[in-house]
């Protein structure tokens, strides 16, 4: 297990080295200018994300495919993963954890289009899409598609399935004292329960929970910056100070550089909201929307959720908390941090963060079983989502066990993987991108049907 655990942090500290975080700072930047800066049109997405779209083609609602990839993306990194990137890259990770979120939204806006733009219908009619038909269509680039693939089926089990569980099991072990083991056959038996009705059981689970559980743990983060309202100033000058500058950071925080702050900040929050990666577009692509951007906008709506209100949130509680309570100063684990923060609320306080947790990550684990499952259709077709799904809620448990530095490196090593191939099919795609923003949203369109046919899977 210790080589195991070498290995894999030297495969990702290669991954994740400055040449990666310029390629998706690069992205997020290059394709805010390209789409016109589409965070401004934030509030339409927003309104279209509750608007039905009866004149549209596809499985499920918009706001279903949207809770659905936001359950898939408002999980541990959003709590544990926050703790983590400031335990590593100090305060100033938070700083840029939000920038990336903010421009990442034109990432994933961009991505959406492509995937819906590009998506087919299997032999049952169910739609198809995401980087891999993106490649294959639009760039008749099959074998990058393919390792997209690859890429998802395989990292869906570290990202979706066993960093969740085992930040549950961890959390609920450390709160109430119960074996992992427990923990990890309740999920496990809730997970396959789920699973057992695809696309639509997942979507109606997913739609009931995410607003929810997201709004119940803002309520307990906003709790705790009230308790800690006097050093919240101090907290932001601290973040900020640190982002630029960690030597002058102070406190007892980890000493950090401004390469670890970027480089944590940046990759959990691309853990947390999967912008450039190319997952969410696959739930995407199965949308009833009329035209590719109206879905494009509504899925980019999930960044700014998740990251720019929820992970600075996160960010915001446990700054606070280290800075009002130097009985915590001396901690370097995510996990712990984010407990003791949480710990201020008397008695709900640990409870509001463990059934927030189990839920958050029990979604995520529901929407990559989907992510994963299309990865091994692409690969080899629909025989392959029973076994998968079968394999997914082993891994489900499995997860609970292992140890939790491997299972997040092993994590973001994958992520990196499933972002070159989709980033190189955004770039190369950018002027298809510009070209229907601009007839869709800014010549107004956005109401109007594309009767584009979308081809069967097996006449490719």
Not at 110 to 135: H, N, P, Q, T, W
Not at 257 to 273: D, E, K, P, Q, W
Request: glycine content about 12%; some cysteine.
């Amino acid at each position: 297990m210790e080589s195991l655990a070498k290995i894999v942090g030297t495969l990702d500290g290669w991954l994740w080295g400055p040449w990666l975080l310029v390629l998706l700072f690069g992205t997020h930047l290059f394709m805010t200018i390209r789409t016109g800066f589409i965070q401004r049109k934030l509030g339409l997405g927003i309104k279209l994300s509750v608007t039905k779209d009866a004149d549209g083609s596809g499985d499920v609602s918009q706001f279903g495919a949207l809770t659905t990839a936001l359950a898939s993306t408002i999980g541990t990194g959003n709590i544990i993963g926050v703790g983590t990137a400031i335990a590593l890259g100090g305060p100033g990770a938070v700083f840029w954890m939000w920038i990336a979120g903010i421009l990442g939204i034109s990432t994933k806006y961009a991505e959406s289009l492509i995937a819906v733009k590009y998506r087919v219908k299997d032999e049952e009619g169910m739609m198809l899409g995401g980087a891999m038909f993106a490649l294959e269509r639009g760039l008749k680039m099959k074998w990058l598609g393919v390792l997209f693939a690859i890429f998802a089926a395989l990292a869906a089990f570290g990202i979706g399935d066993g960093v969740q569980s085992n930040a549950v099991a961890n959390l609920v072990n450390e709160t109430f004292n119960i074996p992992k083991w427990i923990t990890g056959l309740i999920l496990t038996f809730l997970v396959a329960l789920v699973l057992i009705g695809g696309l639509k059981w997942i979507t109606k689970v997913c739609v009931a929970l995410v607003p929810f559980m997201s709004v119940l743990y803002v309520v307990g983060c906003i709790t705790i910056l009230v308790i800690n309202y006097r050093f919240l100033g101090t907290a932001i000058q601290t973040i900020l100070g640190a982002a630029f500058n960690p030597n002058a950071m102070g406190g007892g925080f980890v000493a950090s550089t401004l390469m670890s702050a970027a480089r944590y900040g940046i990759a959990r929050g691309l853990f947390s909201n999967e912008s450039g990666m190319g997952s969410a577009p696959i739930v995407a692509a199965a949308a009833k929307t009329r035209n590719p951007v109206r879905q494009a906008l509504v899925s980019s709506t999930g960044t700014f959720w998740d990251t720019v209100v929820i992970c600075l949130l996160s960010g915001l509680v446990v700054v606070t908390s280290v800075v009002a309570n130097g009985s915590i100063e001396s901690l370097n684990d995510g996990g712990r941090l984010t407990h003791a923060a949480f710990d201020q609320i008397p008695i709900f306080g640990t409870i509001v963060l463990t059934f927030g947790l189990f839920t958050f990550a029990f979604s995520t684990i529901l929407g990559w079983s989907y992510y994963g499952e299309k990865g091994a259709e692409y690969l080899f077709g629909p025989k392959s989502n029973i076994p998968y799904r079968v394999i997914y809620v082993i891994f489900t448990f499995l997860g609970t066990v292992l140890t939790i530095g491997v299972v997040w490196d092993l994590a973001d090593a994958l992520n990196a993987l499933m972002t070159i191939p989709n980033i190189i099919a955004i770039l190369l795609l950018s002027p298809e991108i510009a070209k229907m923003t601009k007839y869709y949203v800014y010549e107004n369109r956005i109401d109007e049907i594309d009767n584009t046919p979308i081809p069967l899977r097996g006449d490719l």
